[in-house]
């Protein structure tokens, strides 16, 4: 092959109690497309380093030399904010550099290593609602009858600085709370029943802690059901809140939020997505 053009989601991990093991594929895009040139080149319109430190660039190089090759990338995912764009641009990167080469390297653990978690690189690559455990991964369809509505704040947070505000440790009583309350959203998930995916959406392990650091996002998601959300959930180590609604009110809840937020965020209607990374 001389060329080829990858397209794969943006993502939304934790998903509330899921810590590092639950994600969705959200329907925004990344879109690489990689050709023979005769040098090395990266274009794209937005703001992302053009020489090989490009994160799709050096994931390509995981598998094969970008010598003589023309990386252009165009992309609806915010690039700060919680919604998964390193690990899609990573993904996009290593099935580029698969397919022009015919490798059969293992994506999951190659994306996981450069990304540092697993679960945006698991919703990247196979779409749907995602959970991980120890290496491995399950996908299944969004109910389709749900929707998501993304507030975006202008400023974003560093995911070290999100990382570092965690606890080492957390009260046995939350994880346990966690659990039962994972458990019950995924079967709502599973099973498109919107009042336990809204009982599901409670957490004590990351986001409490987090509230600090965007004081703003954290006082709306708490907003949720007033709002007529099934709930809301901090998207990844944020600030990007990913609030769950029934489809039929998504108009609604974007023109509420859009009144709380137009001095600080922007609100980004979409949907969940089974589409995972293609090649196309």
């Known amino acids: 092959m001389s060329a080829v053009t990858v397209r794969v989601p943006a993502s939304s991990a934790n998903l509330g109690p899921g810590f590092d093991s639950f994600a969705a594929a959200l329907d925004l895009w990344l879109d690489l497309r990689v050709?023979?040139?005769?040098?090395?080149?990266?274009?794209?319109?937005?703001?992302?380093?053009?020489?090989?430190?490009?994160?799709?660039?050096?994931?390509?190089?995981?598998?094969?030399?970008?010598?003589?090759?023309?990386?252009?990338?165009?992309?609806?995912?915010?690039?700060?904010?919680?919604?998964?764009?390193?690990?899609?641009?990573?993904?996009?990167?290593?099935?580029?550099?698969?397919?022009?080469?015919?490798?059969?390297?293992?994506?999951?653990?190659?994306?996981?290593?450069?990304?540092?978690?697993?679960?945006?690189?698991?919703?990247?690559?196979?779409?749907?609602?995602?959970?991980?455990?120890h290496g491995a991964q399950h996908s299944f369809e969004p109910p389709p009858d749900l929707a998501a509505v993304l507030v975006v704040p202008r400023d974003g947070v560093p995911t070290e600085q999100a990382r570092a505000a965690l606890p080492a440790q957390v009260p046995l009583a939350d994880a346990a709370d966690n659990v039962a309350h994972g458990a019950l959203l995924m079967l709502g998930l599973a099973t498109a029943n919107q009042g336990l995916i809204a009982r599901g959406l409670h957490d004590h392990l990351h986001q409490p802690y987090r509230a600090r650091l965007y004081p703003r996002s954290a006082e709306l998601r708490k907003q949720?059901?007033?709002?007529?959300?099934?709930?809301?959930?901090?998207?990844?180590?944020?600030?990007?809140?990913?609030?769950?609604v029934e489809a039929s009110k998504t108009d609604l809840l974007a023109t509420a939020l859009r009144k709380r937020t137009q001095d600080w965020a922007y609100v980004l209607p979409t949907h969940f997505t089974a589409q995972g990374a293609t090649v196309v």
């Open 35 to 133: 050709t023979e040139a005769g040098e090395f080149s990266v274009a794209t319109g937005l703001p992302l380093p053009t020489d090989r430190s490009n994160l799709a660039v050096r994931a390509f190089e995981r598998i094969h030399p970008a010598d003589g090759l023309r990386f252009e990338i165009a992309s609806e995912i915010p690039l700060s904010g919680g919604l998964g764009s390193s690990a899609a641009a990573i993904v996009a990167g290593l099935l580029a550099a698969a397919c022009l080469t015919r490798s059969d390297a293992d994506f999951q653990a190659l994306a996981s290593e450069i990304e540092g978690h697993p679960d945006n690189v698991a919703a990247a690559l196979l779409g749907g609602i995602v959970i991980v455990a």
């Open 224 to 244: 949720a059901a007033a709002l007529g959300a099934l709930g809301a959930t901090i998207s990844g180590a944020g600030p990007t809140i990913l609030f769950w």
